[in-house]
């Protein structure tokens, strides 16, 4: 067994909406008096749990229940998702691992339903073998989806890499016990990421030339 596999992050990795989820947290922020964020604050406290992070930008759950606001800010994320873009690269990467015979998956915090329509709207649904988001709109874990994908597709660890944007990725495969490395130009800071000693590019054509070699 030695299918080459790429389980691929969404949000961050593949679609480029840091700035837009920074704008739409602040507005959340500005109605509550909260101090607003900046692309380097936001980056250096992003984290999951996301419930984690709403508490570390100052929200106060016995005021706003996250169950609210958590849905809030998803209804305003899908008004206007349809115009972000791909990051760079990222049609002509992917098209490449295509051809190079990987396996390519993704696997998202997103909601499913609004992934899948994320995804085909882009018109790169053809490079994924299977697209898993979670069963709701509060960017919870994605373990649980991690483990059942590389037991549903048999995946061959040693020649699977996850490729995300965050620490959580790297903790989701360490759990599914697969390679991992990520791009700092997401929803976490670089210097936060090289923490977890995996390795670390700038953009997806380095990653590309790594897995290529």
């Not at 992050?9 to 837009?20: P, Q, S």
């Not at 008004?79 to 190079?100: M, P, R």
């Not at 882009?122 to 373990?143: L, M, P, Q």
């Not at 791009?183 to 670390?200: E, F």
Request: charged fraction near 25%; charge should be negative.
């Amino acid at each position: 067994m030695n299918q080459k596999s790429i389980i691929w992050d969404w949000n961050g990795t593949l679609l480029a909406d840091v700035e837009y989820c920074i704008k739409i947290m602040n507005v959340l922020l500005s109605e509550r008096t909260l101090p607003l964020l900046n692309a380097d604050r936001y980056r250096e406290v992003f984290d999951f749990p996301v419930k984690k992070y709403y508490q570390d930008i100052g929200i106060d759950f016995t005021k706003d229940p996250f169950s609210d606001i958590g849905l809030r800010f998803m209804d305003m994320y899908l008004q206007n998702v349809d115009s972000l873009e791909l990051v760079d690269n990222a049609h002509e990467v992917l098209s490449i691992f295509k051809q190079q015979n990987y396996s390519q998956f993704i696997l998202s915090a997103m909601e499913q339903q609004a992934l899948y329509d994320a995804v085909h709207q882009r018109k790169i649904g053809s490079y994924f073998s299977r697209i898993d988001g979670i069963d709701n709109h509060y960017g919870g874990g994605k373990a649980e989806l991690a483990k059942t994908l590389i037991s549903t597709h048999h995946l061959d660890k040693k020649n699977t890499w996850l490729i995300g944007d965050t620490l959580h990725d790297a903790e989701v495969a360490g759990i599914i016990g697969c390679n991992c490395l990520l791009v700092s130009y997401g929803h976490q800071s670089k210097s936060r990421l090289k923490s977890s000693g995996l390795p670390v590019f700038d953009n997806l054509s380095d990653v590309k030339q790594f897995l290529s070699q």
